[in-house]
């Protein structure tokens, strides 16, 4: 039976083969990584495999009869050993595996596999790939994370939490209240109720590329995007990374983006904004990051006139006049006109509109650039409510 133990607070996904396991725990490293946590990842392989490779010094130390092998440089390091319990096919138990995680280094293990060990598990439930888990009576399970509540099947333990599949951020809030992580409080922070949550609440991860997504998420989960609008960017020296086409905040990970040069080809495969993004940062030396956003309201806004003018306090502070830019009415005339368009009006602003489309920011930061598309999309919404008023 379960018990709480002393080791790295530890969770893991069960399922079988094919059902996305790796995908799901990949969204919620970068969700788990912005709540201030430090992760470790622990997977059982049921075939032979090898990180190393013949030729290399390594690889001969070991053929030679070395049982232990370490290899270090200024970025990383990696221990190699031989064997783990006598036998053949035999491996190291779990919790020997488990007590190689510093806790000085490492606050929650994300765990793959290991059916027959004990901890806390969440299963998985993926309805169309058309699989089920049979280890139903399984008392490690602490939740079922599904797409399709309505069709698990009956014999299902009824107690069990049903966890939304695609919604990572509910996820980690579930494994962070969960009283068997015994997480520590001071790195990962609260998760508060939905109607409570701010900016604030979650600090942005430090790697560019985690902060983008994180900024892309908050964007779909308040409702400034649909599923697959918008796109986003930021800087990193001379090259910036964006989203690709068709991205979707709900299923984005870091690996997804594209790296692209300020000057040169751009990448086939990279959102087809891009170009308008790179104009941005050609012109504006100070941005860092843009965001691009489909709030219901601002785009209402912005299909009269050629400026927005907010008519609230902070919106008058933030933004006097907003450029409203017109948009051609092809899709070619606006991949050609558009972006040196918007890159001009962004040189005089740090926000504007496309007529009729959506809205561009940019800021020294993606947070500031975040900040101006959620106050330029509540002055909108005042307007709108203001024009509805007797």
């Not at 919620?28 to 992760?39: D, E, K, N, S």
């Not at 495999?49 to 009869?65: E, H, I, Q, S, V």
């Amino acid at each position: 039976m379960l018990m709480p133990t002393a080791q790295v607070a530890h969770v893991g996904f069960a399922a079988p083969s094919g059902t996305g396991k790796t995908t799901l725990i990949s969204q919620l490293v970068p969700v788990l990584r912005a709540r201030g946590l430090r992760l470790g990842y622990l997977k059982h392989a049921h075939h032979g495999f090898d990180l190393d490779t013949p030729g290399k010094d390594t690889y001969r130390l070991r053929a030679a009869g070395a049982a232990s092998v370490l290899i270090a440089s200024p970025e990383r390091w990696a221990m190699l050993e031989e064997g783990g319990q006598p036998g053949p096919g035999a491996v190291p138990r779990f919790e020997a595996l488990l007590s190689r995680f510093d806790a000085a280094t490492t606050d929650l293990v994300l765990i793959e596999g290991w059916h027959g060990a004990a901890f806390p598990r969440i299963a998985v439930h993926r309805a169309a790939s058309g699989r089920e888990m049979r280890r139903l009576d399984d008392p490690d399970l602490i939740a079922i994370a599904t797409d399709a509540p309505h069709q698990i099947p009956g014999n299902w333990p009824e107690d069990l939490p049903r966890l939304p599949l695609n919604e990572p951020e509910c996820i980690a809030d579930f494994i962070l209240n969960h009283p068997l992580m015994t997480l520590h409080r001071q790195r990962a922070h609260q998760p508060q109720p939905v109607a409570a949550q701010t900016l604030h609440w979650a600090p942005a991860p430090t790697d560019v590329r985690e902060q983008l997504v994180f900024y892309y998420r908050l964007l779909r989960r308040y409702g400034y995007n649909d599923a697959q609008s918008g796109n986003a960017s930021v800087r990193d020296g001379e090259f910036f990374w964006v989203t690709p086409s068709g991205a979707s905040g709900d299923e984005l990970c870091p690996a997804d983006l594209l790296s692209c040069p300020l000057h040169g080809d751009l990448p086939e495969r990279a959102s087809f904004d891009a170009a308008l993004h790179r104009a941005v940062y050609q012109r504006q030396p100070e941005a860092r990051g843009i965001l691009h956003s489909h709030g219901a309201y601002s785009i209402a806004a912005s299909c009269v006139g050629t400026e927005f003018a907010p008519v609230d306090f902070e919106g008058r502070h933030y933004f006097s006049r907003v450029p409203i830019v017109p948009i051609p009415q092809s899709f070619e005339a606006y991949c050609a006109q558009v972006p040196e368009r918007v890159a001009a009006a962004l040189n005089q602003s740090c926000v504007a509109m496309v007529a009729t489309h959506g809205v561009y920011a940019w800021g020294q930061t993606l947070r500031a650039a975040y900040q101006w598309t959620c106050a330029l999309e509540h002055s909108a919404k005042i307007q709108r409510l203001l024009s509805m008023t007797p």
